[in-house]
């Protein structure tokens, strides 16, 4: 024998073929044929022994190729495979007599044309050794050495290359021996593993649900250490990218019997480490700190843990390059370029280096619009760009126009409005002149409106919600006004409208309102300790889609030492199908104040009605009927007090103007929330009071940046008693708590006699909030404020100097099992024996 070189192959220079390239194991999961006319495939497929769901198999589809090399009409054909999670899909292309395509391969030379060939250089036979789970005309598909053949030893290397590119074997060897005159060839193969399982051990499971999907190692493929490597490269990218750089990953393989093997990865994945520095290059204009406040990325710090400050986020990294690259375009540096972070690590944290090449500040030299030659509003658009001549050039103010421009069109029908800003620098005296190109299209209405995805919210819940209507002029300006009403109604999860064109109709837009539901129904208990109450606990039960329709009903129960609330609430946003709110609402309360109690009892009816709709305003009304008891009051009480003590029934009418634009009702980012109400009880009315009272609450939500959001509220509140009466003491101010002056006791700041806090007919208060996420996948949110206010008496005047004041911090998490919330206070200037607020949490699950 003549051995030819054996030809075998380290895995680190081979492709990974064995990804692409299914088990024959593998079921077909389809069958594509591509290049065929449709009778030619027709034909094709009702011939075929392969099918979808039959098991993966080599001389199945050899023989299918030849029965399609000899269909009528078929000129060449050749097949390809995709290895999907699924199944292996199989490809037939097809190239049919006479198409354009690839170019034929030369025809085979006939035996007169075929150049003679020795008989001692022939390849008498070709042999294939070694295979036990692959067949062998996997391996006689690829090679290009065959018998009659004239040997060719680089042909042969060639073979063993294309045998080992299958991915199927982890060492192929070809030999060569004299068989008579000619050449006996022997391919020696040696198949890979079979992976029996795949095993992830050391991260939470949340991880490894994550990490199974990244991973390209599936059981009943072949072992490839090449596709191992990667798949360990791939989830040291998922650690870092989590900011655990230090993450140790190894695979270890356990040998089975019959050629199988079980990996295991094992995973340490460190200590997460923060960001310790951010540093710039190339920043002249701006330094560093300046620079540092315009990113979401963040330095760690003490109070990090509880912020995420210094948290290594991919995405933080990718939106740190735009938001570095606005900031410099918002101040003229029309050139300016970002690098994306070099991040180094070491043993105390993360290190984040920008290189910024700044350029030169830009002015605009002249601003034009083309397009709208004809146009009777053009000069109206011109006078309202924000990008003008002479100014520096600012990326905010070209967006700005582009973003009013098409809203304005958009609201009078042009929905396909283009607008392309074109410019020309003059680099010499670094100006810019802009001219906007707009295209307005056709003028578009609205065709049919379908809503999706409204599993239990009826439709006409949702139709009588929407400013859009069929036939009605297209307006970019209701659509999103919809969007922002329905999020607001608090019933879903995700509300996305979409506008389509209707095939055939230029001049109109098909709307689709597709909604997932969110949960609206809790069944909340819970239990809390505070200095006030003790041990305080409550349950609730709320649906603010009652069945579907809209409605809202809801039954809760506190009971601490201190205070007793029992409240049975039904809403109807939409009586007689026309928007007036109607709600009743009975209630038992009870109150333990320093030198009495106070019980009550009794039940409301409001209705209410949009008077500007497109602002949310309501004018309501409401009756009040309440019995008052004044009880258990303590001998040494003041005068006042112990005069107030007895049963009073109430029967009041109050009227409010109110408005409600909150983005959404439980966890508001942007909106204003506000009232004005005035309340009159008398005699007349059949009760024993007569007394006015007026009250003005107001409270603003303005997004600041990465996702934070400051909230500031105020509360004016102004009573009398009227026929002589002194204001009764159950409807006088009192402040203190948690939702009011946080850091004092429950009803301790107002107007006192000899120590007894005794309520006044008038109070301020105010309440800044800044408020930041803190684990937004769970909604937790973090917050810090600053609380002001007091209660003064009849003779006393507003003072603001005089304010009650504390500072804090909490949170706030609206949970899918109910919301709670934490406030620790600390008043400032505090005055003797008084203590800090209650700390309070409730919990609860969705019906």
């Known amino acids: 024998a003549a051995p030819l070189a054996m030809a075998q192959f380290e895995d680190a220079g081979a492709p990974a073929a064995a990804e692409s390239r299914p088990a024959p194991q593998a079921k077909v999961r389809s069958i594509e044929i591509e290049g065929a006319s449709q009778a030619v495939e027709q034909e094709i497929r009702a011939l075929l022994r392969t099918h979808a769901g039959a098991p993966y198999d080599l001389r199945d589809i050899q023989d299918d190729l030849e029965m399609i090399t000899t269909r009528p009409g078929v000129e060449r054909a050749r097949w390809r495979t995709d290895s999907t999670p699924n199944g292996v ?28 060939v020795p008989a001692g250089e022939i390849v008498r036979s070709v042999e294939v050794q070694g295979t036990k789970r692959t067949e062998v ?25 294309r045998i080992f590119k299958t991915g199927f074997y982890e060492q192929v060897e070809v030999e060569t021996e004299r068989e008579g005159e000619g050449w006996r060839v022997i391919f020696e193969v040696r198949e890979r593993k079979l992976i029996a399982k795949v095993n992830i051990d050391g ?27 990667k798949n360990l490269q791939s989830i040291r990218k998922f650690y870092a990218n989590k900011g655990y750089f230090a993450a140790k990953v190894k695979a270890n393989v356990a040998d089975l019997e019959d050629q199988r093997a079980e990996v295991t990865l094992d995973i340490d994945e460190g200590d997460e480490l923060k960001i310790e520095r951010i540093r710039f290059t190339g920043n002249r204009a701006f330094d560093d700190d300046e620079l540092r406040g315009e990113l979401q990325s963040s330095e760690d710090w003490f109070f990090g843990w509880i912020t995420g400050a210094g948290e290594y986020k991919d995405d933080f990294l990718k939106a740190d390059v735009f938001l570095l690259t606005s ?98 620098i003059d680099e010499e005296s670094r100006r810019i002149a802009f001219t906007y190109k707009i295209v307005k299209g056709p003028k578009v209405y609205f065709d049919r409106i379908k809503i999706t995805g409204n599993t239990k919210t009826r439709d006409k819940v949702i139709r009588r919600e929407l400013y ?39 001049d109109r837009e098909r709307v689709t309102v597709d909604v997932r539901e969110g949960e609206t129904g809790t069944l909340s208990g819970g239990a809390g300790f ?32 201190v205070r007793q609330d029992f409240f049975l609430r039904f ?18 309360t009870l109150r333990a104040f320093q030198d009495f109690d106070r019980e009550s009892r009794g039940g409301s009816l409001t209705l209410s009605y949009p008077i500007w709709d497109r602002y949310r305003v309501r004018l309501g009304g409401s009756w009040r009927t309440e019995i008052v008891s004044i009880q258990n009051v303590d001998n ?32 508001p980012t942007r909106g204003h929330s506000g009232r004005v109400s005035v309340e009159l009880a008398g005699t007349v009315f059949g009760g024993d009071t007569d007394f006015i009272k007026v009250i003005a609450d107001s409270r603003w939500f303005f997004p600041v940046v990465y996702g934070t959001t400051l909230s500031l509220h105020g509360r004016f509140s102004w009573a009398k008693g009227l026929q002589g009466d002194r204001l009764p003491i159950f409807e006088r101010f009192f402040l203190g708590g948690i939702d009011s002056v946080r850091g004092y006791e429950v009803n301790s700041i107002g107007p006192e006699i000899d120590n007894d806090v005794i309520g006044g007919d008038k109070e301020l208060l105010f309440n800044v909030e800044y408020i930041f996420p803190v684990i937004p996948q769970a909604n937790l949110k973090g917050l810090v404020f600053l609380d002001a206010g007091n209660a003064f008496s009849e003779d006393e005047n507003i003072d603001l100097t005089q304010l009650r004041m504390s500072v804090g911090f909490g949170f706030r998490w609206i949970s899918p099992l109910g919301p709670l919330q934490l406030a620790i206070g600390f008043p400032i200037e505090r005055r003797e024996n008084e203590k800090s607020s209650a700390v309070q949490f409730s919990v609860g699950a969705p019906l």
């Open 89 to 116: 899909r199989v490809i037939f292309e097809v190239v049919e007599t006479g198409a354009a395509g690839e170019p034929p391969e030369a025809p085979a030379p006939t035996p007169e044309a075929k150049e003679a």
């Open 137 to 161: 005309d996997v391996i006689e598909l690829v090679i290009r050495t065959h018998v009659g053949d004239r040997l060719d030893r680089e042909k042969l290397s060639e073979d063993v290359k």
């Open 203 to 229: 991260p939470s499971d949340s991880d490894k649900d994550e990490i199974r999907g990244l991973l390209t190692l599936k059981p009943n493929t072949f072992l490839n250490p090449f596709q191992v490597e």
């Open 327 to 424: 900031f410099y375009l918002n101040h003229g540096y029309f050139k300016v370029h970002v690098e994306p972070a070099e991040v180094t690590a070491d043993s105390t944290g993360l290190y984040l280096t920008y290189k910024v090449t700044e350029g030169e500040q830009y002015y605009v030299e002249s601003v034009d619009v083309a397009g709208l030659e004809d146009d009777p509003l053009l000069e109206r658009i011109k006078g309202g760009l924000r990008l003008k001549a002479g100014d520096l050039f600012t990326r905010d103010a070209l967006q700005q126009d582009i973003e009013n421009i098409t809203t304005f069109y958009s609201d009078v029908g042009y929905a396909r409005i283009s607008i392309d800003p074109d410019f020309n």
């Open 468 to 506: 859009v209507q069929e036939q009605k002029l297209y307006s970019g300006s209701d659509l999103k006004r919809t969007k922002e009403r329905l999020d607001a109604l608090g019933y879903f999860s995700e509300v996305n409208i979409n506008t389509t064109p209707v095939e055939g109709q230029p």
């Open 530 to 561: 505070s200095s006030t109450d003790s041990f305080l606990f409550n349950v609730r039960v709320t649906n603010r889609n009652l069945f579907g329709r809209g409605q809202t009903a809801s039954l809760s129960a506190d009971i601490g030492r």
């Open 571 to 588: 809403t109807e946003p939409w009586l007689f199908d026309i928007p007036l709110s109607a709600g009743v609402e009975g209630f038992r």
């Open 636 to 667: 040494n009480a003041t005068f006042f007090i112990r005069s107030q003590e007895g049963t009073t029934l109430t029967n009041s009418f109050t009227t409010t103007l109110s408005q409600n634009t909150l983005n959404h009702p439980l966890d």
